[in-house]
């Protein structure tokens, strides 16, 4: 096992109806700016209970936070914030929203080009401040809950912004919040949820053994209750349990002392960026032929991937490897979620413009070995057609 420190400091409150609780957890003084997306929160009731929740303080609203957050959107919530002294940020929503505020929290009090707080990459920002901010989750999916990290739009890409000062000081889980997603949403959020678990856990092998049994239980979970809260959507125990497995998948614990490979996501970025396909959508379609393709490098975790998740034990280790890949297809699948290129209408003479797209960015040597050049993503992409 690596060296590694951890230090996650959201406190996670969970459970039904607790929103009244918003009162107890936020300063009585504060000028609070509730940030939110399209406005489903507002047709749901779950922006009226917010509210409530907040009692007598004084709040300022900002809607309009698009999916793959966009700079431009969020720096008009920065006027705002500036003008209004605002000292107080609370995300309603999923993690655009949540991914959002935190650009926001970074950003309003920096006195530098905001632009340059998307030139980081996994690195921290360079910020001493941030404005406190907490989250009420609505989607089950990115984990942004609870960790330090986002994922901004800005000029054709999209940028991680990382800080420790970015941590939600809180944030709400109320499973009833999501039963009223649509179908697609919530596939989308078990995608989501699962691969942020493999690109910790599929990798190479580093003896991190509670890492890896609960990367396992988390993946075991998902593909329990992925299928079983589409089908019954206000099962409150399944919904739970996708709710929590979400934000576990990313909250820095399995992530600890292992390495990491994101290029599943680096590549599924370009994807969303190019041709508007959502983001779970184009991490389904980039991990299978990813593993099919780098097979060798990831030969051991692959396996115990097929066992301890799967419960493949026979064939030989290619023939295990294989199986296992299918299953992972066939799971994303059976969610509703297409896993080729050509489901999205992408076609072969396209891909030369996200590799261009790689290359612009900066994504030439991926992986947890630094080693997945353009020359790889191409072939994978090709095989994801």
């Not at 991937?305 to 066939?330: F, K």
Request: with cysteine; net charge negative.
């Amino acid at each position: 096992m690596q060296q590694f420190d951890y230090h996650n400091p959201t406190r996670i409150v969970f459970g039904q109806d607790r929103l009244a609780e918003l009162d107890q957890l936020i300063p009585a003084d504060a000028r609070v700016m509730v940030l939110y997306g399209g406005g489903s929160v507002k047709r749901n009731g779950t922006l009226d209970k917010v509210l409530n929740g907040l009692g007598q303080r004084q709040v300022i609203e900002f809607a309009g936070i698009e999916p793959n957050p966009r700079y431009e959107t969020l720096m008009q919530a920065v006027e705002i914030v500036r003008d209004e002294g605002i000292n107080f940020l609370l995300a309603v929503g999923g993690g655009s929203v949540m991914d959002g505020t935190k650009f926001v929290a970074a950003a309003a009090p920096y006195s530098g080009d905001t632009t340059d707080l998307l030139k980081c990459g996994f690195e921290p920002i360079p910020v001493s401040t941030a404005l406190p901010l907490a989250t009420v989750a609505t989607l089950p999916a990115t984990g942004s809950e609870m960790n330090m990290g986002a994922v901004i739009s800005y000029e054709g890409g999209k940028y991680p912004v990382m800080s420790p000062l970015l941590f939600p000081r809180f944030s709400f889980l109320d499973p009833t919040l999501t039963f009223s997603l649509p179908p697609k949403q919530v596939a989308n959020g078990v995608v989501d949820a699962f691969v942020h678990v493999l690109e910790q856990y599929v990798t190479t092998p580093a003896g991190a053994r509670i890492q890896d049994r609960t990367a396992e239980g988390i993946l075991r979970t998902l593909i329990e209750v992925g299928p079983q809260t589409l089908a019954q959507p206000e099962d409150y125990d399944a919904r739970a349990n996708l709710m929590w497995s979400a934000t576990c998948a990313l909250n820095g614990f399995i992530g600890v002392g292992v390495p990491h490979d994101w290029s599943t996501h680096m590549i599924g970025h370009e994807l969303t960026a190019l041709f508007g396909i959502d983001h779970a959508q184009t991490l389904a379609i980039v991990l299978p032929s990813l593993w099919q393709v780098r097979k060798e490098q990831k030969r051991a975790k692959l396996l115990q991937y097929a066992e301890q998740v799967w419960g493949i034990q026979s064939g030989d280790e290619e023939q295990r490897i294989d199986q296992a890949i299918a299953q992972t297809r066939a799971f994303f699948e059976s969610l509703g979620v297409k896993t080729r290129l050509s489901d999205y209408g992408v076609e072969a003479e396209q891909i030369e413009t996200v590799i261009d797209a790689l290359k612009a960015h900066g994504m030439v040597a991926l992986s947890e070995s630094g080693d997945l050049t353009p020359d790889i993503s191409r072939e994978i992409l090709r095989g994801a057609l």
